[in-house]
Nanobody
């Protein structure tokens, strides 16, 4: 599976962005998908994940109620809708795929990674 993230950009605090992660490969629907982010000078951290079996989602506490992860298996795409953005959400966002649930919170050992997309939230 090859992953390509897009949708990043510059937005003011309180604004919204939707990230997309397009996947190639027939087996996309059998992977658990996740979003991670890495801010300048910080470790990579888990943001959100979604199961392919039942659509169950998981979020890090700091984005709960603001971010929504979803997937469209027919389009081989996973999305991250980000609302009420804060300056502390500024980071490079990466999508990743794995066949183990739950996803490793540091992203260690994930099967596949996409190139990141930069999200910058101005105050």
């Amino acid at each position: 599976v090859q992953l390509q993230a897009s949708g990043g950009g510059l937005v003011q605090a309180g604004g919204s962005l939707r990230l997309s992660c397009a996947a190639s490969g027939r087996t996309f629907s059998t992977y658990y998908m996740g979003w991670f982010r890495q801010a300048p000078g910080k470790e990579r951290e888990f943001v959100a994940a979604i199961r392919y079996i039942d659509g169950i989602t998981d979020y890090t506490n700091s984005v709960k109620g603001r971010f929504t992860i979803s997937r469209d298996n027919a389009k081989n795409t996973v999305y991250l809708q980000m609302n009420s953005l804060k300056p502390e959400d500024t980071a490079v966002y990466y999508c990743a795929a794995d066949r183990v649930w739950p996803l490793n919170l540091s992203g260690y050992g994930m099967d596949h990674w996409g190139k990141g997309t930069l999200v910058t939230v101005s105050s």
